[in-house]
């Protein structure tokens, strides 16, 4: 379920605890947007926050992965206090917008590593999950299959090695993206633990 302040008031039902804040980390073509629509798909409890960004549109992409705002826009979001948390990553900016969910689901944040890092300082509870793929080459092979050209490859490849690196001094758990199912129900059976114990 995609999170949509219009609608948040309805379909709701309270959870026993507080609510879970759940940070997906891992480098770019990894694989943290199918994953997260797996999630949201096999757990109704789950809201997928969607982020604004200031780059543009991939042609692969239908317009719903984001807010596609301008930089001033971006700016402005920014001056009137409007984002939990945002980073500049590889010359764009991209910000989760304060949710006015309250608590009846829990918060599913698709981020990375700087804007994980907020959410860690403001929330210690928050529990951040780290993706990483099978091996370097099966990361390089997808991101040429989402469409970036030769450059951007090569840049958020090299990105990638730092962001393996913090994210694994930062992550509660490590989840390899063999199989989206599997590393699904993987991040479900997390969840529900972590639902049991906080309760
Ligand atoms: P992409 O351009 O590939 O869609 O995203 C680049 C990176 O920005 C990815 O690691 C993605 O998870 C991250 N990202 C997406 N939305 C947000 C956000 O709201 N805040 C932060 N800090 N990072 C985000």
């Given at each position: 379920?995609?999170?949509?302040?219009?609608?948040?008031?309805?379909?709701?039902?309270?959870?026993?605890?507080?609510?879970?804040?759940?940070?997906?980390?891992?480098?770019?073509?990894?694989?943290?947007?199918?994953?997260?629509?797996?999630?949201?798909?096999?757990?109704?409890?789950?809201?997928?926050?969607?982020?604004?960004?200031?780059?543009?549109?991939?042609?692969?992409?239908?317009?719903?992965?984001?807010?596609?705002?301008?930089?001033?826009?971006?700016?402005?979001?920014?001056?009137?206090?409007?984002?939990?948390?945002?980073?500049?990553?590889?010359?764009?900016?991209?910000?989760?917008?304060?949710?006015?969910?309250?608590?009846?689901?829990d918060l599913l944040l698709e981020?990375?590593?700087?804007g994980a890092q907020q959410i860690?300082?403001?929330?210690?509870d928050a529990v951040i999950i780290?993706?990483?793929?099978?091996?370097?080459?099966?990361?390089?092979?997808?991101?040429?299959?989402?469409?970036?050209?030769?450059?951007?490859?090569?840049?958020?490849?090299?990105?990638?090695?730092?962001?393996?690196?913090?994210?694994?001094?930062?992550?509660?758990?490590?989840?390899?993206?063999?199989?989206?199912?599997?590393?699904?129900?993987?991040?479900?059976?997390?969840?529900?633990?972590?639902?049991?114990?906080?309760?």
């Open positions: 379920m995609v999170w949509d302040p219009a609608s948040a008031s309805s379909c709701l039902t309270p959870l026993s605890a507080k609510p879970l804040v759940v940070v997906i980390i891992g480098p770019g073509g990894v694989g943290k947007g199918t994953v997260v629509r797996d999630l949201v798909a096999r757990d109704a409890k789950l809201w997928l926050s969607r982020s604004w960004t200031t780059r543009a549109k991939r042609p692969s992409e239908t317009g719903d992965e984001y807010v596609f705002v301008s930089t001033e826009t971006f700016r402005d979001a920014i001056a009137a206090d409007a984002f939990l948390e945002w980073a500049e990553f590889l010359g764009y900016l991209y910000g989760t917008p304060r949710p006015t969910i309250g608590d009846t689901h981020i990375e590593i700087q860690r300082e403001h929330d210690p780290l993706l990483t793929p099978p091996s370097r080459e099966e990361l390089e092979e997808r991101l040429r299959r989402r469409g970036d050209d030769d450059v951007h490859v090569q840049r958020r490849l090299r990105s990638s090695d730092l962001e393996l690196e913090m994210g694994r001094a930062l992550a509660d758990f490590v989840v390899v993206n063999e199989d989206v199912a599997q590393t699904g129900a993987e991040i479900a059976s997390i969840l529900e633990g972590l639902r049991q114990s906080r309760r």
